[in-house]
């Protein structure tokens, strides 16, 4: 078991070490929101579209340490290592909490080995150590959960674990706003579980004392009552179908339903403005719900049936990785009536982990928003394996299938990236994603002042690095960003159609595109996907940039526009 831990632990540090210079989009909204707290910007810092205890610590760690560009990278990616250090604790924390209720377990090698086989996937693989989200955090908190709902279930008269759930799902609500789908679930579950109305009115007390200050302030600042608008906003977008232009771009325009529709500053080449709602890094991406106002939230039976399905597909192709699940089927297999049984007890975990995966099913999925549900019911499944006893023969198999089945569906966290660190370490390479740090030194050079306005041409959300600068986008030659719905997750596919014409239209046309610019309040622009076919003569290289499609320039460009 300690080999184990370490292994897990360590593997964890490669990946954030590894992962050390990556800051993706979400990243930069949460870290923006950060830096507005530490500055007491409460009008950009209560943001109902981002949920705020990723923040919140992400605040605490500025404020503590006060790196600078380099060192803000670090700041996501220590979280997610310390988060994932939490996991182990609170995943231990549950293995004894269920040997405490069912005793020792039959097997406690494969269970051991189960156990952190499936926190290297959640955490490594769904979660991940480079996407910089609050994610993680909803896991850890799950767990937490999951342990405190079985302490209960053992010793339902104690007041105090009633308190602490309902801290602990506070927390979580906090963490993301989706919680709020699982919650009245894991509430109404504690009720019948343990038909002590009182003390879960005490945990409904106790949640609601942690989240009511956020909710309150969130709710005047928008002169409405809220509990947030990603939900609304996403539905809106995923199964309604409406469209911002140059950020999700699906079926519909929102036409005079939006009522804070983005300025079009010029046809040819397409020049759009922000100026309109100056916060954050990326208006667009850090204030979303302020862009989509006005946009309805309408139920289209057809479509909703294709994205739930879609969802669903694409949710059971990454629950069959679970290694728990393998071992809980062959024991089924052995045994199927106690590890049916052992199922059917155990419904308050699974049961709240299936109703906050059915609500991302019928929005969207990705593998860090299921990894929190798929915990739980990799738990349920390794309980359900907890005291069954196999044949020497069928241990043996299980043995197998634990050592063999991970390296194809691990490979990458177990083999892939600790190759290539160890390559990059060894050879004195430039880190992975090198170029966020690389490019908002160099502008910096340049003369990028904190608070200075850019206009970009390419896709503005691969410009993680202008939040380390405090520069803000404001006006934009976009990309068309979709979904491709023809695949199990509707990946992200993207065309350049857009900023191609800038590249492909006349120098009169292209510098009436720059007025545009200086018009919307721009002192810098900038360009990434540029392809290498472009006249880039006026254009300065910032460095290397990671690309979206094969046959651009390896390289952000810029130039002054005073």
């Known amino acids: 078991m300690a080999f184990l831990r370490a292994a897990c632990i360590a593997l964890a540090l490669i990946h954030a070490t590894f992962a050390r210079r990556i800051l993706d989009p979400d990243g930069s909204s949460y870290l923006d929101i950060a830096k507005a707290y530490l500055r007491h910007d409460w009008p950009q810092a209560l943001n109902s579209y981002w949920s705020p205890l990723y923040s919140w610590l992400l605040a605490l760690c500025l404020a503590i340490f006060r790196p600078g560009i380099r060192w803000q990278l670090w700041i996501p990616h220590l979280i997610s290592f310390v988060a994932f250090l939490a996991m182990i604790a609170a995943w231990e924390w549950l293995l004894r909490e269920y040997r405490r209720l069912t005793g020792p377990p039959a097997h406690p090698r494969l269970i051991n080995a189960a156990s952190y086989l499936t926190l290297a996937w959640v955490g490594l693989k769904l979660n991940g150590m480079s996407f910089t989200s609050g994610d993680i955090l909803v896991t850890d908190l799950l767990i937490v959960c999951a342990a405190l709902l079985i302490r209960i279930y053992r ?201 906050l995966t059915g609500a991302y099913c019928l929005v969207y999925v990705l593998p860090r928003y299921v990894a929190g549900p798929f915990a739980l ?79 970009y041409i390419g896709n503005a959300l691969s410009a993680a690095w202008v939040v380390l600068d405090d520069a803000q986008i404001v006006a934009f030659i976009p990309t068309r960003t979709t979904h491709d719905d023809s695949k199990p997750g509707r990946p992200l596919q993207y065309s350049f159609r857009k900023t191609d014409a800038y590249w492909r239209a006349t120098p009169a046309e292209q510098q009436q595109a720059l007025d545009a610019f200086r018009a919307a309040g721009a002192q810098w622009a900038i360009a990434d996907e540029v392809p290498e076919w472009a006249e880039t003569t006026g254009w300065k290289s910032a460095g290397t940039s990671g690309n979206l499609r094969a046959g651009d320039y390896f390289s952000t460009f810029y130039r002054p526009l005073n």
């Open 155 to 355: 010793t339902p008269l104690s007041r105090r674990n009633y308190l602490l759930i309902g801290l602990t799902l506070g927390f979580a609500f906090l963490t993301k706003a989706a919680l709020l789908t699982a919650i009245p679930v894991i509430l109404l579950g504690l009720l019948i579980l343990t038909r002590q109305p009182t003390r879960t009115a005490l945990a409904t007390m106790a949640l609601l004392a942690v989240i009511a200050p956020f909710i309150t302030a969130l709710s005047l600042h928008q002169h409405r009552f809220t509990l947030g608008d990603a939900g609304p906003v996403n539905y809106s977008w995923q199964v309604t179908g409406m469209s911002v232009e140059g950020y999700k771009e699906e079926a519909h325009s929102a036409g005079p339903a939006a009522r804070h529709p983005l300025k079009v500053l010029l046809d040819y080449p397409r020049v759009l403005s922000l100026a309109d709602h100056p916060v954050g890094w990326y208006p667009l991406h850090f204030d979303p719900a302020w862009w989509s106002e006005g946009y309805p939230v309408r139920l289209d039976p057809a479509r909703q049936f294709f994205i739930l399905g879609n969802n669903l597909t694409y949710s059971a192709s990454i629950l069959i990785q679970s290694p728990t699940l393998w071992l809980a089927a062959l024991c089924a297999i052995a045994a199927f009536r106690p590890v049916r049984r052992t199922l059917a007890i155990l419904w308050f975990l699974w049961l709240p982990a299936l109703a």
């Open 377 to 455: 019911l990799s738990f349920a499944l390794l309980a359900a394996a907890w005291n069954v006893r196999l044949s020497p023969p069928l241990t043996k198999l299980a043995a197998l299938l634990l050592l063999t089945l991970p390296i194809p569906v691990l490979w990458n966290e177990l083999i892939g990236i600790p190759s290539t660190y160890l390559q990059l370490t060894f050879t004195h390479a430039m880190p992975w994603e090198f170029h966020n740090a690389q490019i908002a030194d160099h502008m910096k050079g340049q003369g990028l002042h904190p608070g200075d306005k850019v206009a």
